[in-house]
């Protein structure tokens, strides 16, 4: 993870989203109430909790000692990884090839390093809880399993593939060792259910964690089910070997039932079961690339499955595989850099700080102000997007977003420009009424983060309006 320089890549999207949550744990603030923030809680506690920690021993900024803390997380991950492989085949040759092949996956590195990531913390829970069902330790296994959805609510598809490889094991000991596997997800539960007990926002999170996404879902049944497929290359292109590899796998493990290393009771139910669920999820609410990191256990796996039977029918030392395939899968790190660094990110973002000193900071997808200048945004809502309609709603409509707006009297408005569709229609008109003509500054930066350097040419606009009374001079427009 050093190769590829983790204190330098900038904060951007979804990354900027999740560490704002972290910073508005570890400031003490209730979660759900003082964000819209609409997934289960772990990995911003998790964050909070390190952000907290770490500030009462140095000076770092929140946001650098969560690198720190996605160092510790990710090797983590690793070696979970390797618990699994070793649980399913005693091949040391297997075992590596399968961490090296997981290793290789550039793109949950780069975003590992940057924070708590919810689906790194699932890949985490995930390996541990499979490879306790491999050694029928029930009880273990729901916790991880609860874990993952904790971590990030679909995840629970892992604790559903777990209960149905107990219950297609038939025989009278199946129920016992269902019922413990449920137990031990109910005790993870009970974090979230003690969290929201204590800070007593019971209400807004049902709001944001049950209704928003009940109300999105019924919209998204419409698109196209396969859309998932193409975004494999987007961001894995240079692991497309990996998936076809594991589809390879998948083919074998049926045409040679028994004959694999997936020959342990409930193993191929287990594993199978599980990336069928998966692959029908995506078919159903699939948002980005991103969402590929949680299933990387199961590729991995069903890939080194592939290699198996390779290596039967290819005889080379186990060393030459394990080199072989090393070079491969990491022989891009060294190349993964980003367009813009952080510290040029913080220029811009700081310019705007010694600009208006005294005037808050309305960011509308641009979270990534309020974190690098590790600011409370002035309102609950930070991305102003459509899919939070049900939730402005429920929160006092539209004329109480226009009117918190107005209360801030002068402030400074940083809008990413996007699709119109993206934003929610009343608080582009609340925007347009209080800020109007023309943007005082306009910066740009790169918008995906994708590992190879070269395909991150997207870049978002950002610009910036004086609302209420208007300054008498413009900033200079930024490239």
Known sequence: MLLIQPFSWPVQGDRAFLIYMAQVVARGEPLYAATPFGYTPLSALIGGGWIWLTSTVTDLPGYLSLRVLGLICYPLTGMAIYHLLRGITQRSVLVWVGVLLFAG???????????????????????????????????????????????????????????????????????????????????????????????????PAWNQLVLKHLANEASRLAEAPLRWVPEISRGFLTEVPHFILAAAGVVIAIVRPGKTMLARPGSGMLFGGAIVLWLLFYSMEFQSHVDFIVILPLITVWAVVALERVMDLVSLPAWLWIVGVGIYGLGDVPFMRPRMTLDEQRAWIQELADRYPDRPFVASRAEQVHVLLERQMPLKFIRYHNMEEVVVELEGGCARMGQQLADLSEFILIVRRTEPRHYHACAAGHFSALCGGEPVAVYREPASMLPIPRLNTWYAQYHVYECGKVGDRRLDVRD
């Open 105 to 203: 996956f550039g793109m949950p590195m780069m975003i590992g390093c940057i924070n708590a990531e919810p689906k790194i913390l699932v890949v985490l829970f995930a390996s541990l809880g499979m490879a306790a069902v491999l050694k029928e330790r029930w009880l273990q296994a729901g916790l991880c399993a609860g874990l993952c959805v904790l971590a990030w609510h679909p995840a629970g598809l892992y604790g559903l593939a777990m209960l149905m490889t107990v219950m297609a094991g038939g025989g009278a000991q199946r129920w016992k060792a269902a019922s413990r596997l449920v137990i031990g997800g109910l005790l993870a539960l009970s974090v979230l259910v003690l969290y929201l007990s204590v800070t007593g926002t019971w209400q």
